[in-house]
């Protein structure tokens, strides 16, 4: 088996300039599954002789800026790169993307519909979804039953507060609920906006007026901080996915709300010390149930201009196959696949026997819904983001006053005002108003 590289931080943009015909660079997140695809890429290599990959592996954040500049600058730095669904239809509507078109026996009928549906722009699949998800809650049933609570399938966000009250033991270092406080569009604000949307409020009105300065969001930011206050592990505005992974495979998390890609981590006993006492709910609600759980795909695209664009779309219809899949399952087992892009998975029996999340994680990806996300209309799609291109730079604006607020730098109040200005700023000067 041949062995990939992974390219140092300070050499990637000088080795991606470099590379020769059947090289490629690919720019992911370090996110589990995307690393054990790394460790899979011999497969491809072997199969595909006269091809190399070479590998950019990036936290989620540094990852966005990265292939973004890269994008918007033409600077071809890289031939795959991994993104998400607020940039492919955004990208492949401007041309920045290669369309993907696959053989018949990849079967893109079977992508589930809402991943297909939200990699796309004008009927056209601009990147292929590695794995999917939208969000739920995932508990500890032990510590819930022994505090003598309940965990309903749809619980409200007050049942949450209670549970994460009778759970926390701080003497032990087990705490009641984790969840995103790191900044960003995708990290704490992701998680925050699906609250804030069952809480009532919005990001834009009808007019594209700024909403963050609403009692809504005052309300929301002002639960949430006090929740993570009072039963939180500390530093949680430095916290996002891979952290509170660890925290709760170490058994110090009673409660976790994110993405449901975390089930099939949280509940293998050959990662987490809690696996036998996992269980799993839908997201909570508040005045509406609307948004509640995100929706979400890592998907692989291909720049515009590439020269290595042919090799490329290879790659990714190997990454993105049901063959995959097989292949990590014949290699970690069926617990341990992608999941959330194909219905195939769902239906095969041994997915089902491995996977105890997978009936909770499917129930949560049918449900969200892009187009109707708000309890007040809005302008935009997109269930924990706004889909228009101003959204990333407030995004990451508004997330790091909420992280400040959360750590107690600001008050709540102050948060939202200056979120409100930046939002304010960036869409009065892109011209919406």
């Given at each position: 088996?041949?062995?990939?590289?992974?390219?140092?931080?300070?050499?990637?943009?000088?080795?991606?300039?470099?590379?020769?015909?059947?090289?490629?660079?690919?720019a992911t997140v370090n996110n589990g599954h995307m690393i054990e695809m790394q460790k899979l890429?011999?497969?491809?290599?072997?199969?595909?002789?006269?091809?190399?990959?070479?590998?950019?592996?990036?936290?989620?954040?540094?990852?966005?800026?990265?292939?973004?500049?890269?994008?918007?600058?033409?600077?071809?730095?890289?031939?795959?790169?991994?993104?998400?669904?607020?940039?492919?239809?955004?990208?492949?509507?401007?041309?920045?993307?290669?369309?993907?078109?696959?053989?018949?026996?990849?079967?893109?009928?079977?992508?589930?519909?809402?991943?297909?549906?939200?990699?796309?722009?004008?009927?056209?699949?601009?990147?292929?979804?590695?794995?999917?998800?939208?969000?739920?809650?995932?508990?500890?049933?032990?510590?819930?039953?022994?505090?003598?609570?309940?965990?309903?399938?749809?619980?409200?966000?007050?049942?949450?507060?209670?549970?994460?009250?009778?759970?926390?033991?701080?003497?032990?270092?087990?705490?009641?609920?984790?969840?995103?406080?790191?900044?960003?569009?995708?990290?704490?604000?992701?998680?925050?906006?699906?609250?804030?949307?069952?809480?009532?409020?919005?990001?834009?009105?009808?007019?594209?007026?700024?909403?963050?300065?609403?009692?809504?969001?005052?309300?929301?930011?002002?639960?949430?901080?006090?929740?993570?206050?009072?039963?939180?592990?500390?530093?949680?505005?430095?916290?996002?996915?891979?952290?509170?992974?660890?925290?709760?495979?170490?058994?110090?998390?009673?409660?976790?709300?994110?993405?449901?890609?975390?089930?099939?981590?949280?509940?293998?006993?050959?990662?987490?010390?809690?696996?036998?006492?996992?269980?799993?709910?839908?997201?909570p609600v508040a005045v509406t149930n609307r948004g509640a759980n995100w929706l979400w795909a890592?998907?692989?695209?291909?720049?515009?201009?590439?020269?290595?664009?042919?090799?490329?779309?290879?790659?990714?219809?190997?990454?993105?196959?049901?063959?995959?899949?097989?292949?990590?399952?014949?290699?970690?087992?069926?617990?341990?696949?992608?999941?959330?892009?194909?219905?195939?998975?769902?239906?095969?029996?041994?997915?089902?026997?491995?996977?105890?999340?997978?009936?909770?994680?499917?129930?949560?990806?049918?449900?969200?819904?892009?187009?109707?996300?708000?309890?007040?209309?809005?302008?935009?799609?997109?269930?924990?983001?706004?889909?228009?291109?101003?959204?990333?730079?407030?995004?990451?604006?508004?997330?790091?006053?909420?992280?400040?607020?959360?750590?107690?730098?600001?008050?709540?109040?102050?948060?939202?005002?200056?979120?409100?200005?930046?939002?304010?700023?960036?869409?009065?000067?892109?011209?919406?108003?």
């Amino acid at each position: 088996m041949k062995f990939f590289r992974i390219l140092p931080l300070t050499m990637f943009a000088m080795a991606a300039g470099s590379l020769s015909a059947g090289e490629l660079t690919i720019a992911t997140v370090n996110n589990g599954h995307m690393i054990e695809m790394q460790k899979l890429t011999g497969n491809f290599e072997e199969a595909n002789p006269g091809i190399t990959v070479n590998w950019v592996t990036l936290e989620e954040g540094v990852l966005r800026q990265r292939v973004t500049t890269d994008i918007t600058t033409k600077g071809g730095q890289f031939d795959v790169m991994t993104i998400g669904m607020y940039e492919a239809p955004i990208w492949g509507s401007r041309g920045w993307l290669e369309e993907l078109t696959f053989d018949a026996s990849y079967d893109v009928d079977d992508i589930l519909p809402a991943m297909r549906g939200g990699l796309s722009s004008d009927g056209k699949l601009y990147a292929a979804p590695f794995y999917g998800e939208s969000s739920m809650i995932m508990y500890r049933k032990d510590l819930v039953e022994a505090a003598g609570m309940s965990m309903p399938d749809n619980p409200t966000w007050g049942h949450i507060q209670d549970v994460a009250a009778a759970i926390t033991n701080k003497d032990e270092g087990v705490y009641g609920v984790c969840l995103r406080g790191k900044p960003g569009w995708g990290d704490n604000m992701a998680f925050i906006t699906t609250m804030a949307n069952s809480f009532g409020a919005r990001w834009f009105d009808e007019n594209w007026m700024p909403q963050l300065d609403s009692a809504a969001w005052h309300h929301t930011i002002d639960f949430y901080i006090n929740l993570l206050n009072n039963y939180g592990p500390p530093g949680s505005s430095g916290n996002s996915f891979n952290e509170i992974l660890a925290l709760f495979n170490e058994g110090k998390c009673g409660m976790w709300i994110d993405a449901t890609i975390a089930a099939s981590f949280i509940s293998d006993p050959g990662q987490s010390k809690v696996a036998d006492q996992v269980a799993f709910a839908q997201s909570p609600v508040a005045v509406t149930n609307r948004g509640a759980n995100w929706l979400w795909a890592w998907a692989l695209a291909v720049p515009a201009g590439t020269k290595q664009a042919d090799d490329a779309k290879k790659f990714i219809e190997w990454a993105t196959s049901k063959e995959y899949i097989e292949l990590v399952a014949a290699t970690n087992g069926w617990g341990s696949v992608p999941t959330g892009t194909r219905q195939s998975t769902y239906d095969n029996a041994n997915f089902q026997n491995a996977a105890v999340f997978a009936d909770a994680e499917l129930k949560a990806i049918l449900s969200a819904n892009p187009s109707n996300s708000t309890q007040d209309p809005t302008p935009y799609t997109g269930v924990q983001f706004a889909a228009i291109p101003e959204f990333q730079a407030i995004g990451i604006a508004v997330g790091q006053q909420m992280s400040a607020a959360l750590a107690g730098d600001i008050s709540v109040q102050e948060a939202l005002a200056n979120a409100q200005e930046a939002a304010d700023r960036e869409m009065s000067k892109a011209g919406y108003y």
